[in-house]
C-alpha cells in the first residue's frame, strides 16, 4: 500500500486549504495530525465506499473528509482554519472492513506527512 500525502502550505487563520492522500488502492482512510507541541491525534476517516465518516471534535463543521474513488484518492477539505491546526498532517490507511478507526493503532500504512502551518 502506496500512500502520498500533498497540499499543505501556509495559510493565514480563517483560510482554506485541501490535503489530498493518493492511494495504490481503494481502503478505509484516515487523517492525523501532529502538532508542534502534540501528540499524533485523530482528524478524521472515511470509509472505503466513502459511505461513513467520522470527524474529531475539534474540526467538526469545518474540515470535510470525501473520496474520488475513480482515483483511488481521500481528499481533506478544510475551511475556517485555526492556529491550532497547524501541524504534520498524516494519511492513513487500514484493510478493516468495518467501523472506522480513530487510534493510530487501528491503520497499518501510512503517508510521509503533509505540513499545514495556520498563520495568525
Known amino acids: 500500500v502506496q500512500l502520498q500525502a500533498s497540499g499543505g502550505g501556509l495559510v493565514q487563520a480563517g483560510g482554506s486549504l485541501r490535503l489530498s492522500c493518493a492511494a495504490s488502492?481503494?481502503?478505509?482512510t484516515g487523517w492525523f495530525r501532529q502538532g508542534p507541541v502534540t501528540e499524533r491525534q485523530f482528524v478524521a476517516a472515511?470509509?472505503?465506499?466513502?459511505?461513513?465518516?467520522e470527524y474529531s471534535d475539534s474540526v467538526k463543521g469545518r474540515f470535510t473528509i470525501s473520496r474520488d474513488s475513480a482515483k483511488n484518492t481521500v481528499y481533506l477539505q478544510m475551511n475556517s482554519l485555526q492556529t491550532e491546526d497547524t501541524g504534520v498532517y498524516y494519511c492513513?490507511?487500514?484493510?478493516?472492513?468495518?467501523?472506522?478507526?480513530?487510534?493510530?493503532?487501528?491503520?497499518?500504512?501510512w503517508g510521509q506527512g503533509t505540513l499545514v502551518t495556520v498563520s495568525s
Open positions: 492513513a490507511a487500514s484493510f478493516r472492513t468495518s467501523g472506522l478507526g480513530r487510534g493510530s493503532s487501528w491503520y497499518s500504512y
Open positions: 488502492g481503494r481502503y478505509v
Open positions: 472515511i470509509s472505503g465506499s466513502g459511505s461513513s465518516t
